[in-house]
């Protein structure tokens, strides 16, 4: 039966595919009939948030469901999920801005403005709904899916009210400053070419974040500090020659090795004083995230630890 945690996982990510749904039909249908690039770039991208959210919907099934091949679960399905999802909307926002930047020298795009500013305004609305909620309940939820989700609906967020702005100068140059009407072909390529350089940002940023977990880097120096200095407590309570520890985060999970080097005066003497000092070490380190892979080692010789 599935924990609560991963049922609302999943919920959050059909909320998110859903809004998804809608943005993509209603800009790839507005965007041809107003001869919008941009609004049918915002179209595409929802509609690869689709398929992005859905795969990702796979990914969560994937990952919560046991498997006995995988004795150390499957964690890293979730980062390199993460990945190959940036990947696909770099692919995308790379493409669309060298489409747009060429119209810059075929004589820019003439649009329908009307409709334009009419799904502008609306989208900017909805995305900014949907990015509210998605990322006051992704705070109650450790998953780095969820958290890509969030990110994605804030870029489409951005993205909107860009284009709002925009087209929204753009009518009043049409309506009150006709000796500006040759530039108006040209704002929609620009809105995409200034659009893309903004996206490339922000997938590059999380590639490189989930790459830190692919790599199995130590997490952020707030985590390993804490836990290294709550290490060097419990080494002197207990009388410990010295500690090795070693922490990485991979999505959900933090795994954590210590190694004690014991010596003769320890208070450690029998297995029952190991786990209580496991105990101890496992509640503190409760705190830092829901899933956490705990090993505590005891040898005699430093070698085993180093």
Sequence with gaps: MMSEDILFEKKLLKFSALGAV????????????????????????????????????????????????????????????VIVKYIVLLVL???TGVSAFRSLFQGGREIVMGAALGYSGIGSLVC???????RKKSKNTASALVKAESTQWFVDTMLSFGVLAGFGISFLIQQFVPAWHGILPYVDPIMVVLA??????????????????????????????????????????????ESFVRIAKVGKTLWIEIDFVVKGSTK?????????????????????????????????????AV
Aim: with cysteine.
């Design 93 to 95: 926002v790379g493409s």
């Design 196 to 241: 893309t350089l903004y996206f490339i940002k922000i997938p590059v940023l999380e590639i490189r974040k989930a790459m830190r977990e692919v790599l199995e880097m130590c997490p952020d120096d707030t985590v390993t500090d804490k836990i290294n200095g709550q290490v060097a407590l419990m080494e002197d309570k207990y009388e410990m020659n």
């Design 128 to 134: 900014l709904i949907v990015y509210l909620i998605l």
């Design 22 to 81: 809608f943005f993509a039909a209603a800009g790839i249908v507005l965007g041809v009939f107003s001869g919008s690039q941009m609004i049918l770039f915002d179209g595409l991208y929802s509609l690869s948030s689709v398929v992005l959210s859905l795969l990702s919907l796979a990914a969560t099934n994937f990952i919560h469901k046991k498997d006995k091949r995988f004795p150390f679960g499957k964690d890293i399905v979730e980062p390199l999920w």
């Design 268 to 304: 450690v003497k029998t297995i029952s004083d190991q786990d209580r000092l496991r105990e101890e070490l496992s509640n503190y380190i409760e705190g830092f995230s829901k899933g956490n892979w705990l090993t505590v080692s005891f040898t005699n010789a430093r070698k085993w």
